[in-house]
């Protein structure tokens, strides 16, 4: 495994999630941060697209799950996202972090919650 990497920040997709289902009642956005790890050696050589990971391709496909997530819960939906990363065979471990920004609790000042899921593959 290399230590090459292509980062993806703040993709930021509405989506129904939380928990109870009034939570879920109006759509929320999230931040999506990816780390996609890769050996991007045979792409740093040749500059074909066909050599790395086309992340046009995968940016599209997250913010197509995201939207349409059943999830309630954030960790289920960062598995979801690693789940469909790992299909792509140029990616050899993935970090999915998800932020969730518009969070209400009552009565307090809070920034947001984030979940990191990390995943291998091979």
């Given amino acids: 495994m290399s230590g090459d990497t292509i980062e993806i920040k703040g993709l930021r997709v509405p989506t129904h999630l939380g928990w109870p289902d009034d939570e879920r009642a109006r759509p929320q956005v999230v931040s999506i941060d990816l780390v996609l790890h890769a050996d991007l050696s045979k792409a740093s050589l040749s500059d074909e697209l066909a050599d790395t990971v086309d992340y046009d391709a995968l ?43 518009e969070l209400e609790l009552s009565g307090i000042d809070l920034g947001g919650v984030s979940v990191k899921i990390e995943r291998t593959f091979s």
């Avoid at 997250?62 to 065979?89: C, F, P, W, Y």
């Fill in 59 to 101: 940016i599209r496909e997250v913010d197509g799950l995201v939207r349409s997530s059943k999830s309630r819960l954030v960790e289920h939906l960062g598995e979801e996202i690693a789940t469909s990363i790992s299909r792509n065979r140029l990616i050899d471990r993935v970090t999915v972090v998800i932020h969730k920004i």
